[in-house]
């Protein structure tokens, strides 16, 4: 059973930092795509970064470029995400999610979510 259990969200002030961490287990997960999304309230879920788990490309939103970074340990099974600047705007639940073929930033692309992790950027 494949399970994602998102950690590190929390309330913080706008400019801070936050580290979400995204624990994955029930299968491998080499070839497989690992992504981040977030939802704010009365918003459509968006895409936010994704990174290939076997060779470590990254993608990002334009809206996080420069202030986000995704990576992985392989060594325990762990997707981060490294959030500076924080905006009042990036105020959303963050979802983890895995999926096999992934070929653009659409959420329907991804197999397995968690449950999310609220992340709220105070101004």
């Known amino acids: 059973q494949v399970q994602l259990v998102e950690s590190g969200g929390g309330l913080v002030q706008a400019g801070g930092s936050l580290r979400l961490s995204c624990a994955a287990s029930?299968?491998?997960?080499?070839?497989?795509?690992m992504g981040w999304f977030r939802q704010a309230p009365g918003k459509e879920r968006e895409f936010v970064t994704a990174?290939?788990?076997?060779?470590?490309?990254?993608y990002y939103a334009e809206s996080v470029k420069g202030r986000f970074t995704i990576s992985r340990d392989n060594a325990k099974n762990t997707v981060n995400l490294q959030m500076n600047s924080l905006k009042p705007e990036d105020t959303a639940v963050y979802y983890c999610?895995?999926?096999?073929?992934?070929?653009?930033?659409?959420?329907?692309?991804?197999?397995?979510w968690g449950q999310g992790t609220q992340v709220t950027v105070s101004s």
């Open positions: 029930g299968r491998t997960f080499n070839n497989y795509v």
């Open positions: 990174i290939r788990w076997t060779g470590g490309r990254t």
């Open positions: 999610a895995a999926g096999y073929r992934v070929v653009g930033t659409a959420d329907h692309e991804y197999d397995y």
